[in-house]
């Protein structure tokens, strides 16, 4: 591939990351339940998406009954990251859910190597428990801040297994159907999903003005539409590796928006937890490379 075919992806690809990294910020500036938040941010997308796709529906026939139920759990393992996730951080900081909920291509790839029999590294296993004591480091900090922030550590940790569970249930379906028509039914699913639990949960649905609405369409625009899509075009440019290291700049773009838009500033443990978690997350990519581990980011 010559040098200058990469000069696009190359320059969009921190724009990617700078959409991603606005998630948690306009998640917190939204004044609402999580999971309403979460139903908005699935159903937005899914109607973006659905719209998108239209110009291809020739490509849901492709669909069928085992495509569908894998849809199904990928979907609903999705929702529960996405509610988890927000859940994590109204409790915790920026910082710390970013980089937990970042944990996912590991447990994805033990996930893979427990039901799968896909191969560790004796490498990749040293990164994973590089990551763990990392991890470690960050909830010993959070404890001394009280439980709320420790629950919002084991949030995030808890979001980043069901993100693990929707990259396994999808794996086999994105071999046979193309993405937008995969990701606009998987948003469908999990913004079903969602709502059945808004409702059981008894939240509110309306109510919410002008300001909260055009950020649930932000939330799903930036990091949903633009962060994701621009990450899946430049594989089709790059090596996985290079795009899924790029992405770890995720909790650091997120932390450096928290700082200025939130006052909110992680403390040193946190810092020295997240830059273990985020050296052994890269080293364990650079490790992956061709090995099928996915990142999706927030």
Not at 99 to 113: D, E, Q, R, W, Y
Request: charged letters at 10%; one cysteine or more.
């Amino acid at each position: 591939m010559a040098k200058t075919d990469n000069l696009t992806p190359n320059i969009l690809l921190p724009v990617a990351v700078v959409c991603i990294s606005s998630a948690s910020i306009i998640i917190r500036l939204i004044a609402a339940p999580p999971v309403v938040i979460a139903l908005y941010r699935l159903g937005y997308a899914a109607i973006i998406h659905g719209v998108l796709s239209l110009r291809s529906p020739a490509a849901y026939r492709a669909f069928d009954l085992r495509s569908l139920s894998k849809s199904l759990a990928a979907g609903l393992a999705l929702g529960a990251h996405f509610v988890l996730w927000i859940y994590s951080l109204h409790h915790t900081t920026v910082a710390a859910s970013t980089v937990l909920v970042s944990f996912h291509p590991i447990l994805a790839a033990l996930a893979a190597h427990l039901f799968f029999q896909e191969s560790l590294s004796r490498g990749r296993i040293v990164c994973i428990i590089a990551a763990v004591g990392g991890s470690a480091v960050i909830a010993y900090a959070d404890f001394a801040g009280g439980a709320g922030s420790l629950l919002g550590d084991l949030m995030a940790l808890a979001a980043a297994a069901a993100m693990a569970g929707y990259l396994i249930a999808g794996r086999d379906v994105r071999r046979t159907i193309q993405t937008l028509p995969y990701i606009t039914v998987v948003y469908l699913f999990a913004a079903v999903s969602v709502g059945a639990l808004v409702s059981y949960l008894g939240e509110p649905l309306t109510g919410y003005g002008g300001r909260e609405h055009l950020l649930f369409l932000l939330l799903a625009l930036f990091p949903t539409l633009l962060g994701h899509t621009l990450l899946n075009w430049a594989l089709g440019y790059l090596q996985t590796a290079p795009v899924a290291v790029t992405t770890l700049g995720e909790p650091v773009g997120a932390s450096i928006l928290a700082y200025f838009v939130l006052s909110e500033s992680p403390g040193i443990l946190q810092l020295a937890g997240g830059v273990v978690v985020l050296g052994a997350l890269a080293a364990f990519w650079m490790l992956s490379k061709g090995k099928g581990v996915t990142h999706v980011a927030g």
